[in-house]
């Protein structure tokens, strides 16, 4: 697999989003500060990566201290803005579905349209783990359109 490069989207297919957080850890190496946003408890994800002190943003509407709902976009939004502009770093968007079923596809979109023109410039890396079968193919596409690379783990491997 290719090294993740700065001021890049990738958009990574997968069933469970096992690989993206392998890709992500493997771009922590170095100085690199990550932060992840995620719909798996914050602790599940710190003790199964082995990524103790990693920022983790919680999809969540328990209104916990490091959760963000899901309808509050302009939260999240914000957040990752802020550690994209301080940090050259490296965000792990997963749970994308699950921010479509709380607010509707376009709106999404236009997070992610807005945090892939942060990423270009503050030379980050963003990684959006996606189920494909999840979206119609038209909403696929239209991500797809967004990103710098599409890294599929779905396709049988041949």
Known sequence: MPPLKESSTYLVKEAQPGEAYVLFKSGLL???KGMCVTRVFPQKVREQYQVPDLP???LSNIGKEDSVRPKDLEKLSLLLEQFLTKENGIVLLDGIEYLI???NFLTV????QSLRDQVAVNKATLLLSVNPSTLDSHQLNL???EVDGVIDLTAPAG
Not at 109 to 112: A, Q, S, T
């Open 30 to 32: 170095g100085t690199r």
């Open 56 to 58: 983790i943003v919680w």
């Open 101 to 103: 079923t709380n607010n």
């Open 109 to 112: 979109l236009r997070l992610v």
């Open 143 to 145: 991500l797809e359109r």
